[in-house]
């Protein structure tokens, strides 16, 4: 069965400080990792998409990495500001010809960002 | 600011009213998605269209009913729902057949049966 699972759960940081979000899949065969950041009550944006061949894809502060042989995905927020605080989520396609198919979704991480 | 608009962004129904979310995108994908999301859960499949037919059907009631009247428009229309219906139902699209498709969500419509 395709899995995401995503820690910590939950996260309360300082602002100004860095923080690491863990994304582990058993999604088969693979396709492409998206980390979405939600604010609460809207759309889920998306960060980062990396594919098989792709190990570190950067977006500003945001520094997502891919180990597709441990399945493992690592999203590193760096000098955090207090619009760092939302939901992120990690999103795996198992397909690579995705014809709009399906994607497995991790229940997300709450980050909390305090001043 | 997302290139998937949403209509309306609250909507208000009881059980036995008809009415319709609306979702449009312009950016060519051939993908288009709706999804739901309750509270601190994450977005769950409802049905996809791709090139404008439905491909997937998450074995939805039927009192949801989608629609995709061209590439640029999707539709999910609602009738005789449940308060277990309300949530956030987000539009998405993406362009099918790329192994590096981003799907891009709109801000969603949030739904409330009383």
């Known amino acids: 069965k395709n899995q995401v699972e995503q820690s910590p759960q939950s996260l309360i940081i300082l602002e100004g400080k860095n923080c690491t979000l863990q994304c582990n899949y058993t999604v088969s065969p693979f396709s492409n990792l998206r980390w979405y950041k939600q604010d609460t009550g809207r759309g889920p944006v998306s960060l980062t998409i990396?594919?098989?061949?792709?190990n570190t894809k950067s977006n500003g502060r945001y520094t997502a990495t891919l180990d597709a042989d441990t399945k493992q995905s690592s999203l590193h927020i760096t000098a955090s500001q207090l619009s760092d605080s939302a939901s992120y989520i990690c999103v795996v396609s198992g397909t690579y010809n995705t014809n709009a198919g399906k994607s497995t979704f991790g229940d997300g991480t709450t980050l909390t960002v305090k001043p | 600011d997302t290139e998937v608009t949403q209509t309306p962004k609250h909507l208000v129904m009881g059980m036995t009213n008809k009415k319709s979310l609306k979702c449009e995108q312009h950016m060519g994908h051939r993908a288009m998605y709706w999804y739901k999301q309750k509270a601190k859960k994450p977005p769950e499949l409802m049905f996809v269209y791709s090139y404008e037919k439905l491909s997937i059907n998450e074995s939805v009631p039927s009192r949801f009913s989608p629609e995709c009247p061209n590439s640029s428009l999707l539709n999910l229309h609602l009738h005789a729902l449940q308060p277990e219906d309300s949530a956030l139902y987000l539009c998405?699209?993406?362009?099918?057949?790329?192994?590096?498709?981003?799907?891009?969500f709109g801000e969603g419509s949030w739904l409330t049966v009383v």
């Open positions: 998405a699209s993406s362009q099918p057949g790329t192994s590096g498709n981003t799907i891009y």
């Open positions: 990396m594919t098989f061949s792709e």
